[in-house]
C-alpha cells in the first residue's frame, strides 16, 4: 500500500471490530456480539490491518493473541469507544428533557455544590444536572456549558460575574486531635503536623493559602532556645512537627478530618464541617482575610431557559446562607440575573 493511503480517517466500524475481536480474541464471539458473519468480521480487521500498514493479530489454528501493534491500537481505541458510548448515552437519555450544566473545580464540587444539591433535586425533581469537574477555564461562549463557578481576585472576573462570597483563611482540625494536643494560641502549632496546599506557590495569589502567610500574617515566630552557657537566640520562624502537602483542598481537608494534622482551610469549604463539629476552629480570632472570592458566571443567553434561572436562583440562596454562616458581607451585586 501506498503510504499516503495510510493518512485516511479509519473507520469506525472497523475499530468496533477490532475492539470486540482484541476483548474476547476470538473472531466468532466477536461476530456473535456485533450480530454479523464471521467471514464479515474478518474482512473489517484485515481492511483495518491494511490501512495502518502492520498485523494487529497473529492468528493460530484455535486461538488468536494480539501483536504488538494491537496492543498498542486496543489501549487508544478502548476508552474511545467507551467515552462515544457514553455520550450517546447521555444524549438518547436527555433528549426532550431539562438539563443545566455546570462547570466548576474538583474540590468546589466535592465540597460545596454536591452536598447541597439534593435539596434542589427535591425541589426540581424533572430537571437533569451534569456537572464537569476540571482544573481548566472553560469558554462558555463555545461550549455546551450553561454556568461556571469559578475562584479568583475581583480584577479577574468577567464583567457580568456574580460574587458569591469571599474567604477567610483559618486553621481547623479534628476535635479528637485537638484532645490530645490542645491549641490556645499560634504557638501552640510547634506540635502538630500543619497541612496546606502544596502548589499554592505557583501563583502569587494562592500564596494566600499558605501557612507562611497566616504566619506572617499573626507575627509568629517560635520561641527562642536557650543552651547551657550560652546567649538567648534570637526567635525563629515557627517549625511544626511536620508538614503535609496536598494539591486540592478537598484532599487537606480530608487529613484533617482523619486527624492527621491541622489544615489551612478556606472558611466557605468547610463551614457546614464546623457547624456539625467534625472540624473544629481553634483560633477563631485568627481568622486571615484572603482577596480571593467565589464567582457564578453565566453563558450568553443560557439565563433565558426556566431551568437555567431555576438553578441560578437556588446557587444564590446557596450562596447567601454561606455568607451568613461565615459573616461575609452581602454583595449587592449578587441580585437575579435577568434584566
Do not use: K
Not at 281 to 303: C, F, I, K, N
Amino acid at each position: 500500500m501506498h503510504p499516503a493511503s495510510r493518512s485516511r480517517p479509519l473507520s469506525v466500524g472497523h475499530l468496533r471490530a477490532f475492539e470486540a475481536v482484541a476483548r474476547l480474541l476470538n473472531f466468532r464471539a466477536a461476530a456473535d456480539e456485533l450480530s454479523i458473519t464471521q467471514s464479515a468480521v474478518s474482512r473489517q480487521i484485515q481492511a483495518l490491518e491494511d490501512d495502518i500498514g502492520t498485523p494487529l493479530f497473529l492468528r493460530h489454528t484455535r486461538s488468536v493473541q494480539l501483536t504488538g501493534a494491537g496492543a498498542q491500537l486496543l489501549r487508544a481505541v478502548d476508552p474511545a469507544l467507551e467515552r462515544i458510548d457514553s455520550s450517546v448515552r447521555q444524549i438518547r437519555q436527555g433528549a426532550g428533557r431539562r438539563s443545566v450544566s455546570i462547570t466548576t473545580w474538583a474540590s468546589f464540587a466535592s465540597m460545596w455544590l454536591i452536598p447541597r444539591l439534593e435539596q434542589f433535586q427535591r425541589e426540581h425533581p424533572d430537571i437533569d444536572i451534569r456537572i464537569d469537574a476540571t482544573d481548566s477555564t472553560v469558554d462558555l461562549a463555545t461550549a455546551d456549558v450553561d454556568m461556571a463557578l469559578r475562584y479568583g481576585i475581583p480584577e479577574n472576573a468577567p464583567p457580568h460575574a456574580v460574587r458569591l462570597f469571599g474567604e477567610q483563611l483559618t486553621p481547623v482540625a479534628s476535635p479528637w486531635l485537638l484532645q490530645s494536643h490542645p491549641i490556645h494560641s499560634p504557638s501552640d502549632l510547634a506540635g502538630v503536623a500543619l497541612i496546606e496546599a502544596g502548589d499554592a506557590h505557583r501563583s502569587r495569589h494562592l500564596e494566600w493559602l499558605t501557612w507562611q502567610r497566616w504566619l506572617d500574617t499573626h507575627g509568629q515566630t517560635a520561641p527562642p532556645r536557650r543552651g547551657a552557657g550560652t546567649r538567648r537566640q534570637a526567635p525563629t520562624r515557627l517549625q511544626p512537627q511536620r508538614w503535609l502537602y496536598f494539591n486540592y483542598a478537598h484532599q487537606i481537608v480530608q487529613a484533617a478530618l482523619t486527624g492527621q494534622g491541622v489544615a489551612m482551610a478556606r472558611l466557605p469549604l468547610v463551614a457546614e464541617s464546623l457547624a456539625s463539629g467534625a472540624l473544629v476552629e481553634p483560633l477563631p480570632a485568627h481568622r486571615m482575610d484572603s482577596p480571593l472570592a467565589y464567582w457564578l458566571v453565566t453563558g450568553p443567553q443560557r439565563t433565558r431557559r426556566p431551568e437555567v434561572q431555576a438553578f441560578c436562583d437556588w446557587l444564590l440562596e446557596q450562596a447567601a446562607a454561606t455568607r451568613q454562616a461565615i459573616g461575609d458581607t452581602p454583595d449587592p451585586d449578587t441580585v437575579d440575573l435577568i434584566d
